[in-house]
């Protein structure tokens, strides 16, 4: 196996991590929401305003057949199908449901072990069926990623293709920014469920080569290293640089392929990359034959030195949180959902979290930096530092006065959205900011234009 070539990006030096304190306290959220759209389409609802649910049924389902579908985690009542806050901004129809019996983050089961006799081919069922997501905007959900050729997890004449065998399975053991040690904490003291989540995914994936991706320095327990090799996972070593973790910078700096882009199907190349947490999620839904969907969260609100890891029931409002953990939103300026770099600033609490938020941060005024943007002083630090050799200064303004034609043709959809080339510039120009909200108008154009 070749290295590729150290990404662009920002050095984070000698990194030693505090990790946050995971919190004791179990979360009984009383109501949950559930966003109905998803980036492979919107979900169909099930069930209707009223009715009852009862934990493990389906609220929703993709009539493509690709998006995993959106399973109940607890009993109650479905108190609407409205639209409701997204954790990404803006709004879009969502399932709330009134829980008569709360959910518990972590629920314990006795493994019978009859999961260790499933076949591939049931596995890959079992993966989409247990409606697990993800953190990471990967092109395709985590069942059509892992499927190996000619197992896809639904027959479908239109599904993601899954022809080429899988070659490189890269489990994803490094936080995805500054800011975030959940991935890292995660693989501390857990040797054996690390190892068999692991195993399961090559299982599932037929990949050749098994590849646990850490930070250089990272601490790896003897235990844990024992184990892996044992049953012959490499665990590679990746520079501390943000954004290494983002899908298309780790997979050329681990295997020397290049995703293609736009698409982004890492597949396309013979890779899978699996976030450690969802590879532990994947694990606990097959061993225990029940979805496990709670999310793996860091929660901080600095000025009140908060900084806790829990899992969060999934569809948890931000206030319902607040108000389990006693915690008051007095003094809050500002909500970040998914993390300084990656995440998206929120106008309300009422919010939920779902897979892609591993992060939430609640800043009061005096930690709310506020400038004024000025006109690009042509510095060209942005383009020196985008790790996807892109112009940012250039895509952004053609954002700015929507030339979104331009954008599109100046590869406006290879940006992954880290946000650097913002980070770098000293005239605090909003480039992710327009970045973004040129994605969305042309995404808005073309719907309809269907
Ligand atoms: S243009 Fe996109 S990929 Fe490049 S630095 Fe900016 S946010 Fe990152
Ligand atoms: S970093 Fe800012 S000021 Fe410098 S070229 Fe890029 S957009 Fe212009």
Redesign the pocket.
């Known amino acids: 196996m070749k290295n590729g070539k150290k990404p662009k990006g920002i050095p984070l030096g000698n990194l030693t991590v505090s990790l946050p304190k995971p919190l004791g306290t179990e979360l009984r959220p009383k109501r949950l929401v559930f966003p109905l759209n998803t980036p492979w389409g919107d979900l169909a609802p099930h069930v209707r305003p009223g009715g009852d649910v009862s934990l493990g049924q389906v609220l929703a389902l993709d009539n493509s057949g690709i998006a995993p579908p959106l399973i109940s985690p607890c009993s109650g009542k479905v108190l609407g199908i409205r639209s409701w806050a997204t954790p990404r901004g803006g709004e879009g129809p969502a399932i709330a449901i009134q829980c008569t019996n709360p959910p518990a983050a972590e629920r314990r089961y006795k493994d019978d072990g009859s999961w260790k006799q499933f076949d591939a081919p049931a596995l890959i069922k079992r993966v989409l069926k247990m409606g697990i997501r993800e953190p990471d905007p990967y092109r395709w959900p985590l069942a059509w990623r892992l499927a190996q050729p000619g197992l896809a997890p639904a027959e479908l004449s239109n599904g993601p293709d899954t022809s080429r065998p899988i070659e490189y399975l890269i489990v994803n053991a490094i936080d995805r920014q500054p800011g975030v040690s959940l991935r890292e904490s995660a693989l501390s003291g857990r040797e054996t469920e690390i190892a068999e989540s692991i195993s399961l995914l090559e299982r599932i994936s037929g990949a050749r080569n098994i590849i646990l991706a850490v930070r250089k320095g990272q601490p790896i327990s003897d235990s844990l290293e024992t184990e892996l090799g044992r049953r012959g996972i490499k665990i590679v070593m990746c520079p501390v640089i943000y954004?290494i973790a983002l899908e298309p910078l780790l997979v050329r700096y681990i295997t020397g392929r290049e995703i293609p882009m736009p698409e982004g199907d890492a597949r396309a190349v013979g890779v899978i990359v699996v976030d450690i947490l969802s590879a532990i999620r994947v694990y606990r839904s097959i061993r225990d034959n029940n979805p496990f969907t709670p999310i793996l969260v860091q929660f901080s609100i600095p000025a009140d030195s908060v900084d806790y890891q829990m899992w969060v029931p999934e569809g948890t409002l931000v206030s319902e949180l607040l108000e389990q953990l006693q915690l008051s939103a007095g003094e809050a300026a500002k909500l970040i959902l998914g993390g300084p770099f990656l995440g998206y600033a929120l106008h309300t609490f009422d919010v939920p979290i779902t897979a892609e938020v591993d992060s939430v941060v609640i800043q009061s005024a005096p930690q709310v930096f506020l400038f004024e943007n000025s006109p690009c002083i042509s510095c060209g630090y942005?383009v020196k530092?985008?790790?996807?050799g892109?112009l940012?200064n250039e895509?952004?303004r053609l954002c700015e006065y929507e030339n979104f034609e331009g954008a599109e043709k100046s590869s406006l959809f290879?940006?992954?959205?880290?946000?650097?080339?913002?980070y770098v510039c000293p005239a605090k120009r909003p480039?992710?900011h327009l970045?973004r909200f040129g994605k969305r108008e042309i995404l808005k154009m073309r719907e309809t234009q269907q």
Not at 385 to 388: E, L, V
Not at 414 to 422: F, K, L, V, Y
């Open positions: 954004p942005c530092s985008c790790p996807m892109l940012p895509l952004s290879h940006c992954i959205e880290c946000g650097i080339c913002a480039m992710v970045i």
